[in-house]
């Protein structure tokens, strides 16, 4: 059995997707988002107001998303460490602020965003990081939400 993971020392960070809502106006970023583990963590999480504070979505448009930031439908990919690069040096100052608190940092990213989150890796020693690489595998992000007691 494992100790839960109190809502302030977790943080999930999720990969952007291509597939988003169409919208005249700019909607939540858990909402817009149509892919990968998005609406699995929309389904699980969403309607927790605690827990859906606790999520970030890494776009490789805006950077560091919180759940519940307002933004339009877009069309940009991250193709190559250089475009990584970029969004690291955007996303990192912002990243590095909210991990003060935080122990278990479950990251369903592919490996060109996880260039992004070199603040989490460089606390390795502080935080436990739950790395899944494939976006869509949706049962191992629950798998790792079942066990810090997230529901």
Known sequence: MTTPVPAEHG???AG??????????????LDLYE???IPGLRDRLGA??????RIRIVSALYGLL???SPIMPYDR????????????QRVAP??????????????VVEPLYLLALEPVV???DAIRLYWISAPRDWHRAAAVLDTWGWT
């Open 66 to 68: 919180h759940a519940d």
């Open 35 to 37: 892919g990968g583990c």
């Open 48 to 53: 927790n107001v605690q827990l859906r504070q």
């Open 122 to 124: 460089r606390r390795l």
């Open 94 to 107: 912002n990243l590095a602020g909210e991990l003060a608190a935080v122990t278990h940092v479950l990251a």
């Open 77 to 88: 990919r991250l193709t190559d460490s250089a475009d990584a690069d970029v969004l690291r």
């Open 16 to 29: 952007c997707s291509r597939r988003k809502k169409s919208t005249p106006a700019p909607i939540p970023a």
């Open 11 to 13: 943080l999930i960070v």
